[in-house]
């Protein structure tokens, strides 16, 4: 299918409910990664912050075993058991770095809110930069020098962003968000608000496949969604990887739909062409476009 034809009209929208440290919101993205490449436009997605930990000392989980005084090993280990179901790397030893200054997550969700005033898909962005940060690349997203570290790599305008966090108004829209998320009945992270031009809506919680969510989408949009086929080939592959900086081999095995080894490889020969650079991430491995990749044609697959 061109690309022309999928990026036509709105026809539905995705409300994500969620937070930049949530390990199964991490791993949703390849997911929702997929939904973006196969509907484009045509499917909106829009986040919104749910506040996942508001103070980490009077916080519990005993679904997950987490509270308490040893909460940073509890929550590392949490992550540990996520991604090896996942299939995210994650860096779970910076909540050994952070223990001591760390005790919410609310700072980094209203740093997301300060870049989403500069536009949606710039705070859409700027989320993506946090959780990469924080799940695979052991940076303290709740401290103001890494959030404008991250709102700088993304063309932020860095100093509305601080404005927007120090003034109180990036507060006021998270507590927005804090008030739609309880409107919704939406607890869990992440949950999710499909709804259709007509206004019909269907809610889903917790980690949500591609498969649901596509029957969902064509259900509510009574089948005008058109879809994009997808082939694991060098054009498709680093327009993607370009688009959202630095991917995991399960966001290429989940997009493309092939094993994970076939994911692996495909990036890994990638790399011995100069095409990607290949960085540790935790217990895993981030991808992206090298600097060098600009003398090569993804059109044509070479690299001159």
């Excluded at 927005?176 to 608000?193: I, M, V």
């Excluded at 935790?282 to 600097?291: A, F, M, R, V």
Aim: glycine share 10%; with cysteine; proline share 2%.
């Amino acid at each position: 299918m061109e690309t022309s034809a999928i990026e036509q009209k709105e026809v539905a929208q995705i409300i994500c409910y969620t937070d930049p440290y949530g390990t199964w919101c991490w791993g949703s993205e390849p997911i929702l990664g997929k939904i973006k490449e196969v509907y484009g436009h045509q499917v909106r997605i829009s986040y919104r912050m749910g506040g996942l930990v508001e103070d980490i000392t009077t916080f519990a989980d005993p679904g997950n075993a987490i509270g308490g005084e040893n909460w940073y090993r509890q929550v590392a280990d949490h992550w540990v058991e996520a991604s090896s179901r996942h299939g995210m790397p994650v860096d779970e030893q910076v909540f050994f770095d952070i223990k001591d200054d760390w005790k919410s997550t609310y700072l980094a969700s209203i740093a997301f809110k300060a870049a989403q005033v500069q536009g949606e898909e710039l705070g859409n962005r700027y989320l993506r930069a946090l959780r990469v940060a924080a799940s695979a690349q052991r940076k303290a997203i709740h401290r103001l020098d890494i959030q404008l570290e991250l709102a700088s790599e993304i063309g932020l305008d860095l100093g509305r962003f601080q404005k927007d966090i120090e003034s109180g108004a990036a507060q006021k829209a998270f507590q927005e968000d804090l008030q739609e998320c309880r409107a919704k009945g939406a607890r869990g992270f992440p949950s999710y608000s499909i709804r259709n031009s007509r206004g019909q809506e269907m809610m889903l919680g917790g980690y949500t496949s591609f498969k649901t969510f596509e029957t969902w989408l064509d259900e509510l949009s009574g089948g005008q969604l058109i879809k994009k086929e997808l082939a694991l080939e060098l054009a498709q592959a680093h327009e993607y990887i370009t688009r959202n900086g630095k991917v995991a081999p399960k966001e290429i095995s989940t997009v493309f739909d092939v094993t994970l080894e076939e994911a692996g490889q495909f990036l890994e020969n990638l790399v011995e062409k100069e095409i990607l650079q290949k960085n540790k991430a935790g217990n895993g491995y981030l991808y992206s476009i090298s600097e060098s990749s600009s003398m090569c044609d993804p059109a044509i697959g070479s690299c001159g």
